[in-house]
Nanobody, 116 residues
């Protein structure tokens, strides 16, 4: 069974930083790309960024230069480092894997609240 579990959310002031983690199990982490999405109150879920199995990354324009995705294959964990946070970054952040042979999978999310 594929499991994705996000952690690290919380309340932070604008300009601050948070690091989210997504611990995984039930699939071969090292060969899969991983994605981060977010859903702000009253809005649709949106793509934040992606890291390939080889470590290449891409991001939505609104977070470029502020957010960094990394992965630790030994720990089956993907990270989202968020710097220079803004109130508009307030959202529930989700980890996603469209896992090879295991389907599309989501974590339950972790709430990030950025106060102005």
């Amino acid at each position: 069974q594929v499991r994705l579990m996000e952690s690290g959310g919380g309340l932070v002031q604008a300009g601050g930083s948070l690091r989210l983690s997504c611990t995984t199990s039930g699939f071969i982490f090292s060969i899969n790309a991983m994605q981060w999405y977010r859903q702000a109150p009253g809005k649709q879920r949106e793509f934040v960024g992606r890291i390939t199995s080889g470590g290449s990354t891409n991001y939505v324009d609104s977070v470029k230069g502020r957010f960094t995705i990394s992965r630790d294959n030994a720990k089956n964990t993907v990270y989202l480092q968020m710097n220079s946070l803004r109130p508009e970054d307030t959202a529930v952040y989700y980890c996603n894997c469209d896992c090879i042979g295991r389907g599309n999978n989501w974590g339950k999310g972790t709430l990030v609240t950025v106060s102005s």
